[in-house]
C-alpha cells in the first residue's frame, strides 16, 4: 500500500469497491457485488433515483440476469401496466388506420422461450430503478444518494476518493481496491484519466416531453405500442405510453446544430407540436415536463486504467432505438462483478480483470453500429443518415445482438478468435465463449433451467452415466485450487445431480458427446468444453481453470 493510504486517518472508509454513478448500471453492478457477497459503496449525485419514465426496453439477455439475481417478478410487477405493450407503429397520423406496424409482437409465438426462461419486459427506468434500489440495499450494499465525487487518485494499490454530501456539504475519504465509473456519458472520471473515445460522435437530438391528455387514448384506442413513430413532415415525433389512458411522453426532434435552443421548446410549442403529430386540433395537452437528450455512437478506447473501470454510458453511446444502451450497460456491470469477486476472493489474479475489456469493448462497438442501423430502418425522428447508411430493413431481427453475442476472445478457453462478436442468426449451442444454452431441468425437486445454475461458482456439467471421471476431477482440483467449482452430473441415473425434462439431449444440445464436460462460468457464457473424455480430466481441468481465471 503507498504510503498516501497508510497515512489516512481513521476517518477514511475501506471498501473493496466504489462505484460511481446510481442509475440503471451503477444499481446494477450494486446488486450483482451484493449478490456475490462483494462488500461496496455507491455514490450518487443525484437525490434520488430517476423521476422521468425511459430507458424502457429490458431485453432478454438483461431479464436473465435480473432473474437469477431474484429480482425478475418485482420487475415485472413494476412493469404490469405496460405488460400487454408490444409494437412498433409507424404511421402520418394516429387518426383512422394510416401507417404500418414496423413489428406487432416483440416474440411472436412465443419462439423465445426455445432459448430462454425469460422474456422480454418493458419497464421504465423510473420504476425500475427502485426496484434495484431496495433489492441491493437488502443486499447490504452502502448506496449514498445526493452524494458527489470531489476528486479521485488512482494507483497501484486502489484508488482514494473524497465525495462530498450535496445535503451537508461533509467531505468523506474513500480508499477502494477498485473504483467502477458508471458516471454517464460525460464521464468526469473517464475524462480524468484521459481515455479518448472511437465512433462518428452525435447522431441527433431529441426533446423528451411528458404531458397528459385523457382523450389521447381514445385516438390511440386498442393499439398496444412500445413506440408509434408519427411521420408528418411537418410534426414528426415518438409517441410513448406511460400508462396507456393519460400519461405519455413525445419525443420532439431538435436542431442544436441549426442554432436552435431548447428555450424555443415552449408549452404553446410542444402542445401544437403533439396535435399536429397527433392529428387532433384540439386534443387536451397538458405539459408537465421536458428534458434533452442526445443520440450518439461513441465507445471508450479503454475500459480500464488500472484500479478504475468504465461501465455503461461512460463506457459507450448509441442511438437508443432498440433500447441496447442500458441494457449492455446492465450486461457490462454483470460481466465486470464477478470477475472483480472472483479477484477479490483470491481465486483469480489481477489478469483476469483484463479480460473485461477484451469482452465487453468489442460488444459494444458492434451492438452500437447495429442500434445506428436500426434507427434508421425506423426512421427515427431528427435522425438524418449519411447517405447510404442503413440496415437490412425493419424486418432484421435483433435476438442475434440481444442474445446471441459472442466473446472470441478474453476469459475463455478454445473460442475461435475469428469468430463475429454479433452472429447473422442465433446459435446457441454451447461453444466457447457463447451464452450457455437453456434447459428444463429437475434440481432437488424444483424445476429450474440451467441458466438459473450459473451465479457463484463456476460449474462443470457431464453425463451422469457415463464414467468419464469429469465430476470426481472437478472436485479433488476445486478443492486444491480453493476455486468455486460446482460439478453437476446430468442424466436419468441415480447419481444424476440434473434430470433433463422431455427426451433432451443435454449433451448433444451443449454441443458434446456423452463422455465430455462442459464449463461455464459464473456469467452465464460457456468458458471451456471437451467433446470428448481425455486421459487425465484431472490434470486438463487444473490447467483449463489456471489459464482461464490468470493464475499463476
Excluded at 24 to 45: A, Q
Excluded at 63 to 72: K, N
Excluded at 181 to 209: K, T
Excluded at 274 to 285: E, N, P, S, T, Y
Aim: aromatic letters at 6%.
Amino acid at each position: 500500500m503507498n504510503s498516501r493510504a497508510e497515512q489516512a486517518d481513521n476517518k477514511t472508509h475501506r471498501v473493496p469497491v466504489l462505484i460511481v454513478g446510481g442509475s440503471l448500471v451503477g444499481l446494477s453492478t450494486s446488486l450483482f457485488l451484493g449478490r456475490l457477497g462483494v462488500p461496496h459503496t455507491l455514490v450518487e449525485r443525484h437525490a434520488g433515483t430517476s423521476i422521468h419514465p425511459r430507458g424502457r426496453g429490458n431485453n432478454v439477455r438483461t431479464m436473465e440476469l435480473f432473474r437469477v439475481a431474484g429480482t425478475e417478478p418485482a420487475i415485472h410487477e413494476a412493469a404490469a401496466t405496460l405488460a400487454d405493450n408490444h409494437g412498433i407503429l409507424q404511421t402520418p397520423t394516429l387518426v383512422g388506420d394510416a401507417g404500418e406496424w414496423l413489428f406487432r409482437q416483440i416474440d411472436p409465438g412465443n419462439g423465445l422461450a426455445r432459448f430462454s426462461p425469460s422474456s422480454w419486459c418493458l419497464c421504465s427506468q423510473n420504476d425500475l430503478e427502485p426496484v434495484l434500489l431496495d433489492h441491493a440495499r437488502q443486499l447490504g450494499g452502502d448506496l449514498r444518494y445526493h452524494t458527489e465525487l470531489m476528486s479521485f487518485d488512482a494507483d497501484s494499490d486502489g484508488v482514494t476518493a473524497v465525495v462530498k454530501s450535496r445535503e451537508t456539504g461533509d467531505h468523506t475519504t474513500f480508499r477502494a481496491d477498485y473504483l467502477v465509473a458508471a458516471d454517464g456519458p460525460r464521464s468526469p472520471v473517464r475524462e480524468q484519466l484521459g481515455i479518448g473515445q472511437s465512433g462518428p460522435g452525435d447522431l441527433f437530438h431529441n426533446v423528451s416531453v411528458t404531458f397528459r391528455s385523457r382523450a389521447l387514448a381514445d385516438v390511440v384506442g386498442d393499439r398496444r405500442f412500445i413506440v408509434c413513430y408519427l411521420t408528418s413532415p411537418d410534426a414528426d415525433g415518438a409517441l410513448l405510453p406511460v400508462d396507456n389512458r393519460e400519461n405519455w411522453v413525445f419525443h420532439a426532434p431538435w436542431h442544436p446544430e441549426h442554432g436552435e435552443t431548447l428555450e424555443e421548446f415552449t408549452d404553446e410549442r410542444c402542445v401544437e407540436h403533439i396535435r399536429r403529430a397527433v392529428g387532433v386540433a384540439d386534443l387536451d395537452v397538458e405539459i408537465t415536463g421536458r428534458a434533452p437528450w442526445h443520440a450518439a455512437q461513441r465507445v471508450a478506447r479503454s475500459y480500464r486504467s488500472g484500479r478504475v473501470f468504465l461501465a455503461g454510458d461512460s463506457a459507450h453511446e448509441m442511438s437508443p432505438t432498440g433500447a441496447f444502451g442500458s441494457n449492455t450497460g446492465i450486461q457490462d456491470a454483470h460481466n465486470l462483478a464477478w470477475k472483480l469477486a472472483a479477484v477479490l476472493g483470491g481465486w483469480a489474479g489481477e489478469g483476469l480483470l483484463d479480460t473485461y475489456d477484451a469482452e465487453r469493448r468489442p460488444v459494444a462497438e458492434a451492438t452500437s453500429a447495429r442500434a445506428a442501423a436500426r434507427s434508421v430502418e425506423h426512421s427515427h425522428p431528427g435522425f438524418a443518415p449519411a447517405p447510404g447508411t442503413g440496415g437490412g430493413g425493419p424486418q432484421r431481427g435483433i435476438l442475434n445482438v440481444a442474445l446471441g453475442y459472442r466473446y472470441p476472445q478474453g476469459a475463455v478457453v478454445g473460442a475461435d478468435p475469428e469468430t463475429p462478436v454479433v452472429p447473422e442468426g442465433l446459435s446457441l449451442t454451447g461453444e466457447p465463449g457463447s451464452r450457455a444454452p437453456h434447459l428444463w431441468l429437475r434440481h432437488r425437486g424444483e424445476r429450474v433451467s440451467t441458466l438459473d445454475l450459473y451465479e457463484r461458482s463456476l460449474v462443470l456439467l457431464s453425463d451422469a452415466t457415463a464414467g468419464s471421471g469429469w465430476h470426481e476431477a472437478a472436485l479433488r482440483v476445486a478443492a486444491e485450487l480453493s476455486v468455486p467449482l460446482t460439478s453437476y452430473r446430468v442424466g436419468d441415473g441415480t447419481d444424476a445431480d440434473l434430470m433433463p425434462e422431455g427426451d433432451t439431449d443435454w449433451s448433444e444440445l451443449h454441443g458434446v458427446t456423452a463422455e465430455g464436460a462442459v464449463l461455464v462460468r459464473p456469467d452465464g457464457f460457456v468458458a471451456w468444453r471437451s467433446l470428448v473424455t481425455v486421459r487425465d480430466p484431472e490434470s486438463t481441468l487444473r490447467q483449463v481453470l489456471g489459464g482461464l481465471l490468470a493464475r499463476p
